[in-house]
């Protein structure tokens, strides 16, 4: 059978070109490989293979034609021993169209399926997720610092499942940058809690390998700050090979360590990265606040399928919280908890934020406001639906983070309520947020720079249009 | 599909003749090479090199007019040239070791035995493609053949591929990964890291620099102060080769070596392959950065497909009407890929929104 030479597309946008000139003529003989002719793209001159063995049996666009559409038949190639002229003849047939007639043409908009990353679909009437049964009943509840909840986490899991370690740097010998770790190697040894040396481009790439073959690999950041070193990795690799390989290779990682501002650092040290996080699909995103959350999150991250950043706060580390005792409790992922209940305006907030929330709805008590604060827990997937419960109550709403505030967790707060929630609202959803300077040094800057109880408390008044 | 889905065990292929020095001739000498020096294959070791390396070799030739025609989207890198690289390296490994790779994909998962049909779809976009439409030419992975991607971003794969020889280490497993890369990779910075940690663990990886000679249109002399890449880990204390990419028989023995280190213990291994590639970067790259005559010049005198073809030939006395039958067969398989690829349907939209996040156990 004659095979046609369609005019090629010889890049990702092009429609049409010229044939600037044959290199071969009607008769010759050509094999794969062989340069055929020369096509003008807009960009550059091209050459063209011949893709199969034969003959060049006719040229059906002659040399320096323009404007050559995309699968055009230029010529024709007559297979071993076929007869040129019956093959020439034969030519005149149209390619093949690209999309064949069996084959859905691509699907106009209209027809997607709906989006779940449009408006949210909250009922009419939200209902707030009920954390109080997170807590088993019965439990022995002690106090320990969100430092030991998280070391006990990892060592729980860890005696629970060998395929999970840590890994990063001074996590064994050293116990631990910030002391979270400690104990560990002590306990299992050197395979499985692993000093890196200071890489973390290159540990983090190791991790997300050893995780697509399915180990569980908790890795540590010395500070998130660090791990822009190694976000390609986080994102590029972690975060989409699941989507790209059509749901074959799950990434079982959780990369932690502390995040935001702690006291002093400077602008290099103090990035929160929320916002970054949760802006990318295939990855969930937690930051807990109190001891019993950071435990029953990070336990719920090691045994979660999919790449987890748990963002954790330095000055949180030496706080303590009431924590039930044992190895079975876990606080699900995506999950917001009502802290403190209250009828007047809704404070939402997470990690750090949380204690510019509590201070300034205590603040608000005194004046006889009532706020009703609630703990994201999880940036990403946001349980949305509790805030929006909250704020169907309350018809106000102000939100809280240290990070930056353009596009960060607030906005995407505000912009979520103003969805779902718009009817319900009596004023604009207001935010306090980290200011958009890099973090200062000096002590009266820096605190400046951070939100305070004050902010809040102003905020929250304005939208309760008090003074 | 009996060309696709064979493997061939280490250690059951005959011993090379003689000892393979470490180094082996750079490229442009290999004419002069002492014959005594090359390892040996036996009759069915050149035909199992030589149908693999025609199925990638004729794969990419038709995925460049798929391409050409408007079926196949975005980039298109093509591996013809360098196909002696990982039909070798795979007549060395074992099943149950892993590979990795940058974009230049397609030949390495021919290798693995991944279905033609399988590879051709992903190409074109259609939910039979391996990552069901939604990975393209760069991104593809199969978890039943120990193939790892297929990744776009340039060095990634190494850090990764050094993760995948951590998680043979952690399981005292016995598996060796096999992470390639390019030229224009290896001066990626997550590289270095990996070696050093490779090293530090002794983890069973071997890097696999195959050097094309062009990062995109640059050449190796303008973007590399050390263009030995064998000695890219001294300071790590990596042994590393120069090894004829080219030349199939030569790639395997120094796998061999490469892999038994590895898979002794004795931690990684780094092995530059010398290799070609005939296209250009991509298919939108007219190559004005190179001659016609350096490009022709390798396909007369290095192709990898005609060295074994001609040692066939020669030495084994295969007939014409053999190699016929082997190409005709070849020539199905593509088709029949092309064929698939050109008439299976696009991914239901439903698509869009699976495999973002895999559901977790029930606690």
């Not at chain 1, 106090?143 to 060998?162: G, Q, Y």
């Not at chain 1, 990063?168 to 050197?190: H, I, M, P, R, S």
């Not at chain 2, 092995?271 to 005559?293: C, F, I, N, V, W």
């Amino acid at each position: 059978m004659p095979i046609d030479i369609l005019m090629p597309a010889l890049s990702p946008t092009m429609e049409q070109g010229k044939l600037a000139k044959w290199l071969k003529a009607e008769g010759d003989r050509v094999k794969a490989g062989d340069i055929i002719a020369e096509i003008e793209t807009d960009k550059a001159t091209m050459e063209v293979e011949a893709v199969d063995e034969g003959v060049l049996a006719k040229i059906l666009v002659a040399d320096g034609t323009e404007n050559v559409a995309v699968n055009t038949p230029i010529g024709v190639i007559a297979a071993d021993g076929e007869d040129v002229n019956a093959a020439a003849s034969g030519a005149a047939k149209a390619p093949p169209a690209p999309q064949a007639a069996e084959a859905p043409a691509p699907v106009a908009p209209a027809e997607a399926p709906a989006a779940p990353a449009a408006a949210p679909s909250v009922p009419a009437q939200a209902k707030a997720y009920d954390a109080a049964s997170e807590f088993p009943a019965g439990a022995e509840i002690v106090t320990m610092t969100v430092r030991e909840a998280l070391r006990d986490a990892m060592a729980e899991e860890m005696r629970r499942d060998a395929d999970v370690f840590v890994m990063g740097e001074e996590v064994a010998e050293y116990q631990g940058a910030y002391k979270v770790t400690q104990g560990l190697l002590q306990e299992f040894g050197a395979r499985r809690v692993i000093d890196t040396p200071i890489t973390e481009h290159g540990f983090a790439g190791i991790g997300v390998g050893a995780a697509l073959t399915g180990l569980k690999p908790i890795v540590e950041f010395m500070t998130f700050n660090f791990a822009m070193q190694a976000i390609d990795q986080i994102i590029n690799s972690a975060a989409k090979t699941l989507y790209m390989s059509g749901g074959q290779m799950g990434c079982p990682i959780v990369f932690r360590g502390p995040n935001g501002a702690a006291a002093r650092v400077a602008a290099q040290h103090s990035h929160d990265y929320a916002a970054w996080y949760s802006n990318v699909p295939g990855l969930k995103v937690v930051m807990p606040y109190s001891a019993s959350d950071a435990k029953g999150l990070l336990k719920s991250a090691i045994r979660d399928p999919n790449p987890i950043i748990f963002l954790e706060n330095e000055i949180l580390y030496g706080r303590s919280f009431e924590v039930p005792k044992g190895d079975d409790f876990l606080v699900p992922i995506g999950k917001a908890k009502v802290v403190r209940p209250g009828t007047d305006v809704t404070i939402v907030s997470f990690g750090i934020g949380m204690t510019y929330a509590l201070g300034a709805a205590e603040a608000l008590a005194k004046e006889g406001i009532e706020a009703e604060v609630i703990d994201l827990r999880t940036i990403r997937p946001m349980d949305i639906e509790t805030v929006i419960a909250s704020v169907q109550k309350t018809n106000r709403c102000v939100a809280v983070e240290e990070g930056f505030p353009q596009s960060g967790v607030t906005a995407e707060i505000g912009m979520k309520i103003m969805e779902a929630a718009f009817d319900y609202l009596d004023a604009p959803v207001a935010r306090v947020t980290g200011k958009d300077v890099p973090m200062p040094y000096a002590a009266n800057l820096e605190k400046l720079a951070l939100p305070n109880v004050g902010e809040v408390v102003a905020a929250a008044k304005a939208v309760c249009y008090r003074a | 599909m009996a060309i696709a889905a064979r493997k061939t065990k280490a250690g059951d292929s005959a011993k090379v003749a003689g000892k393979t020095p470490a180094k082996t001739a750079t490229r442009g000498k290999s004419e002069s090479k002492a014959i005594s020096n090359i390892p040996v294959f036996d009759k069915e070791e050149e035909l199992h090199a030589y149908r693999e390396m025609l199925l990638i070799r004729r794969f990419e030739e038709k995925a460049g007019q798929m391409y050409g025609m408007g079926l196949i989207g975005g980039f298109c890198h093509l591996y013809i040239g360098q196909e002696a690289v990982v039909i070798g390296m795979q007549m060395a490994s074992k099943e149950g070791d892993q590979i990795i790779t940058g974009y230049r994909d397609h030949g390495h998962m021919l290798a693995c035995g991944m279905e033609s049909r399988g590879v051709m779809a992903e190409l074109t976009g259609r939910r039979g493609g391996y990552s069901r439409g939604k990975g393209g030419s760069m991104h593809m992975f199969s978890r039943e053949k120990n193939f790892y991607g297929g990744h776009g971003i340039v060095g990634a794969q190494v850090s990764l591929g050094a993760g995948l020889g951590f998680a043979n280490w952690y399981r005292q497993d016995g598996r060796v990964s096999m992470a390639y890369f390019g030229d224009g990779a290896a001066n990626q910075g997550q590289v270095y890291e990996s070696f050093n940690m490779a090293q530090l663990w002794k983890l069973p990886v071997v890097f696999v620099i195959e050097n094309n000679r062009y990062a995109m249109g640059t050449s190796v002399n303008r973007a590399s102060a050390q263009t030995d890449f064998s000695r890219r880990g001294v300071s790590f204390g990596i042994p590393g080769e120069q090894v004829d990419g080219m030349d199939v028989r030569a790639v395997r023995a120094a796998g061999q070596r490469a892999i038994d280190h590895a898979r002794s213990g004795k931690g990684p291994y780094i092995l530059e392959m010398q290799t070609y590639r005939y296209r250009g970067h991509s298919m939108s790259d007219p190559a004005k950065y190179r001659s016609k005559d350096e490009v022709q010049r390798m396909r007369e005198e290095h192709d990898p497909i005609e060295q074994v073809r001609g040692r066939l030939t020669r030495e084994h006395k295969v007939g014409e009407d053999e190699f016929k039958a082997i190409d005709a067969k070849v020539r199905e398989i593509v088709n029949d890929a092309a064929e698939f690829a050109t008439h299976d349907p696009e991914p239901d939209v439903s698509e869009l929104f699976t495999d973002i996040l895999l559901e977790p156990a029930q606690a």
